[in-house]
């Protein structure tokens, strides 16, 4: 639970942008990463990242995985 406080609550608070940014409110920014486990039953589940939202905007899975592989190409090309 430190961990996931001290990247969220704590980096938005670092930062000076607690009162949009931290933790899941009305008014903040949707910008959140979602689970497929429990990452207080193990901290490794935070690995096993099923969707993002940034920007109110939803990436799937699989949108996930063309936006690695694109990266991937471009930096192989590069």
Do not use: C, Y
């Not at 001290?6 to 670092?14: D, N, R």
């Not at 000076?16 to 689970?35: F, N, R, Y």
């Not at 497929?36 to 905007?57: E, F, M, Q, W, Y």
């Not at 899975?61 to 990266?71: F, T």
């Amino acid at each position: 639970m430190q961990a996931l406080q001290t990247a969220t609550v704590g980096a938005a608070e670092f930062m000076g942008k607690s009162a949009t940014q931290g933790t899941i409110e009305k008014g903040k920014a949707a910008d959140l990463v979602l689970l497929d486990a429990d990452p207080l039953a193990d901290i490794h589940n935070t690995s096993r990242i099923a969707a993002v939202v940034i920007r109110g905007k939803l990436l799937d899975r699989g949108a996930l995985d063309e936006l690695l592989s694109s990266a991937e190409k471009f930096a192989a090309a590069h």
